[in-house]
């Protein structure tokens, strides 16, 4: 919805109805993101008051206090019932459409009506080896020597050793293991219609 008053009534009266689908994650919709790792660490240990008073930027404090105690973690991922996959993260973000986080794209041509989820595991050796990748992660494009990992499917499975707690469009639902599916086409959204 526009911020705009005007704008916002502009789009009731001459924007466009589009099907967008939904994620589930352990029969939890999501319209956004779920993820397991660093963002989970960060929901559950970011200070109320200084996300008041800073906002996006308590995040960022919070995730650069809360990697640097933090250890990879392994999980198995499972995609389309296919061969399983063994990773060691640092992140596991699992998208129904582009955009995630605070304008991250987890991949440039990913979409809400794509009938698909997009999971990006951060796989780098060191955490700040990340921060080479930060270009990538808004822009949405990553290359083999990036040490990510970037699949996409109709389900997903995520396994873990021991149990970790995942969150789900930026509130901590559900915990590992996980089983996501896309509805597609599951919700009518009202979007502006194309300024002519």
């Known amino acids: 919805i526009p911020l705009k008053p005007e704008d916002a009534v502009s789009t009731l009266i ?4 589009r099907m967008i689908d939904v994620g589930m994650i352990n029969d939890i919709p999501f319209l956004n993101v779920a993820g397991l790792g660093l963002s ?8 109320k ?3 008041k008073y800073l906002g996006v930027l308590a995040f960022v404090l919070t995730a650069i206090t809360m990697v640097l105690r933090m250890k990879p973690f392994r999980a198995v991922i499972t995609v389309d019932g296919g061969r399983p996959i063994f990773t060691r993260s640092w992140q596991i973000s699992v998208c129904n459409g582009k955009h995630y986080g605070s304008g991250l794209i987890i991949k440039d041509d990913a979409s809400l009506e794509d009938s698909k989820v997009h999971l990006l595991s951060t796989e780098v050796r060191k955490w700040w080896h990340s921060l080479k990748l930060i270009h990538c992660f ?8 990036d040490q ?7 389900t997903i499975h995520i396994e873990t050793r021991r149990r970790f707690w995942v969150d789900v469009d930026g509130d901590v639902k559900t915990t590992t293991p996980v089983h996501i599916t896309v509805l597609p086409r599951a919700v009518s ?8």
Do not use: C, D, Y
């Open 40 to 47: 989970t660490e960060v929901n559950l240990h970011v200070n």
């Open 138 to 145: 808004f822009l949405g494009t990553f290359s083999r020597k």
């Open 148 to 154: 990510v990992m970037l699949i996409a499917g109709k």
């Open 14 to 17: 001459t924007g466009e109805v």
């Open 189 to 196: 959204l009202l979007v502006p219609g194309e300024k002519k």
């Open 49 to 51: 008051k200084l996300k």
